[in-house]
């Protein structure tokens, strides 16, 4: 399959304004996307992500969410309660994003066994030797 427009006919990649490198800056981590999809399933606690996500640190979660929220993915509704209790729901940029994202979380899913066993078969090349 060939993009319908390359890098080159769209400008994206020549500045530090590029469209494509913006998005997946934020995206593109190792969370935002897994987020987003325990998001897809509907409105959820903090407590109740970190608990779906499992290995991600508090920390990190805080982060992910800030980040999503400030790009428009997310909404964050807190409740005045003792304890705080706060809600993340996705909004139409979100879902939309979701839609064009999840052919590759599918793809991911059904090719993790081969991309495990290529990384296993891996032989980098010898190191160049020093000029």
Known sequence: MKLSLSPAQTGIGYDKNCPMRDVLDCIGDRWSLLVLAYLSAGTLRFT??????????????????????????????????????????????????????????????????????AREAYVPPPAAAPL
């Open 48 to 117: 109740e992500l970190k608990r779906a996500i499992g290995d991600i640190s508090q920390r990190m979660l805080s982060q992910t969410l800030r980040s999503l929220e400030r790009d428009g993915y997310l909404s964050r509704h807190a409740y005045p309660t003792v304890p705080p209790k706060v809600e993340y729901t996705l909004t139409a940029l979100g879902t939309s994003l979701l839609e064009r994202v999840e052919p590759l979380l599918l793809w991911a899913n059904e090719n993790h066994a081969k991309v495990l066993k």
